[in-house]
């Protein structure tokens, strides 16, 4: 029997029986959507992660004092200026290299008051991160050498104090002393939980004053290439280890975090795979279990397709066939539904979605393998009916 | 297989044919017990006795639908002990044609349809399939019942469906098991008509009646009772 016939037979016994063919089908279509649907959200979950961390600029080394690592004691930084100065040297373009000094702070404008993030920088910031202006200027190298008392708000800050004016030239009070705001950033959004927005900069030395710390929280070094990232952060760790024995430091890189972050949502993404599969699973012991009904219920014709010249694998075939294509339309319409659901989501929540092409194509060939793995029983049982007992059955 | 086809080849030619079965509970059952049979092209033979008599069994060994137990069977010629599963398959597809007590129609799909599939098993393209079941459905004078189902037809018709689908791969014999069992006595008599005239047309037909006034239509009529043949006339 040619293949095409016992498609056009299995399609035949699968519309004569329509509700059963769907009810069953229905297991391997949750099975497929459900697939679908968690890794789409899994791998939106690490895209929009991805994009948040190369959102900070590209092929940044962050070198903070002490260990980093969940349980590590919090360090009390020894850094200063001076370090910057020496990193400066050893990386060889100074404009690579940028510093952060960090405090909270409340910022107000008359009777506003906004509690914003206060990061004391220098000129080189905007080469080393990703950090677009909306209005005004960057910090420049007088700003950091005279402490000028300016600040440039991030988008959040500057609306909360001064909602549609232009804030550029206007004054704020930061712990009672008097900033002028001389930039505005363009909204960013935020990076692992910090906000962004709600940053104030002002020059390095401005905040040192402020705090009344002469220490920076952190070095960040921008590469030139993502080949040159490993070697710089080798070089900027083993400088500084060189300049203060026995101390430890760490530089961070977001090829690091990236991998890290990717790991654990990899993995996450692999644990909702691996619970839709379960009910694809499921899905396919529904199958084999209406195969066998099947197979019973036509005992008969079973005889007697023996009878009229069906060969054993003519009805394995057949039967195997029908179980097949139960599964690969489920999974077909399973695909469908999970693409919609997964668009749907995305529109209305604020979980990222994003569909793979290796979730649909492991989707349908587990949907396949499935329907030739629970077929192949019932389809065997089938085959080996003995004509003369099958005819006899009523 | 094609010295099979030889005119002077028996239709079936049985010697000390045995079939026994085994029950659930292990006792042993010899429904046939030895029968040596001869049956040349073309006959018309009649298999009667009482129910338990083995003629049904027998009906299946000549059917090639079981396997004796012991004794050889040859069918146009060939031993059928020296086939495989798919080589009787295929012997069933071409030699025989089988007439069932209950139709054995498939439910839900035409009488066009019922009477093709021996052909679907034989390979035969879709069209010609179709062709050849139209011109053995008008034989049967059922040319007006092409896209009926069984559900949508009488018994007679029904049953003659089933002889259509018998003689649509032109087969050497053609096995009746209690053709009309199940039909009014016109519907068997116009069945029984069809049968006579296949036969005319040089099919073997074996049929399996304990209906004396079927049996007596067939020229040779053996009695078989306890396994054995009893009489042979």
Sequence with gaps: MKTA????????????????????????????????????IGTGAKNAVEKEIAGLGSNIILVVPGQVG???????SRLDLSDVAYVRRVVGDPTKVTVAVNSGEPVRVGRVEVFATLTGTDENMPHVFDRPLRRGRYLAETDVDTRRRVVILGSEVAAKLFGDVDPIGRQVTIAGVRFRVIGVYETVGATFGVARDQEVHLPVTTAQRLIGLPRINGIAVGASGPDEIEPLRRKVVDALAERYPGEAFSAVTQTQLLG???????????????????SLLVGGVGVSNIMLVSVRERTREIGLRKALGARGRDILGQFLIEAVLLTTVGGVIGILAGIGGALLIQAVSPVPASITWWSIVLAFGVSAAVGVFFGVAPARRAARLDPVVALRTD | MSLGDGRGTPAFEAIGLARSYRLDGGVMVDALRGVDLR??????????????????????????????????LRVNGVDVATLDDSGLADLRNRTIGFVFQSFHLLARTSALDNVA????????????????????????????RLTHRPSQMSGGEQQRVAVARALVGDPRVL????????????????????????????????LVTHDAEVAARARRRIHVRDGRIERDA
């Design chain 2, 175 to 206: 096995l009746a098991d209690e053709p009309t069992g199940n039909l009014d006595t016109r519907n068997g008599e116009e069945v029984m008509g069809l049968l006579e005239r296949l036969n005319k047309g040089g099919v073997a037909v074996v």
């Design chain 1, 5 to 40: 016939e016992a498609l056009r037979m299995a399609v035949e016994a699968l519309r004569v029986n329509r509700l059963r063919s769907m009810l069953t089908m229905l297991g391997v279509i949750i099975g497929v959507l459900s697939v679908v649907i968690l890794v789409a």
């Design chain 2, 117 to 144: 599939l021996p052909l679907v098993y034989r390979g035969v393209p879709r069209a010609e399939r179709r062709e050849r079941a139209r011109r053995a459905l008008e034989a049967v004078g059922l040319g007006h």
């Design chain 1, 260 to 278: 890290t972050i990717g790991t654990v949502l990899g993995m996450l993404t692999g644990v909702l795979a691996a619970i839709a599969g379960i």
């Design chain 2, 39 to 72: 049956i040349e092209q073309g006959e018309f033979v009649a298999i009667v006795g009482p129910s338990g008599s083995g003629k049904s069994t027998l009906m299946h060994l000549l059917g090639c639908l079981d396997r004796p137990t012991s004794g050889t």
């Design chain 1, 70 to 76: 969940l349980g590590a004691a919090p360090t009390q």
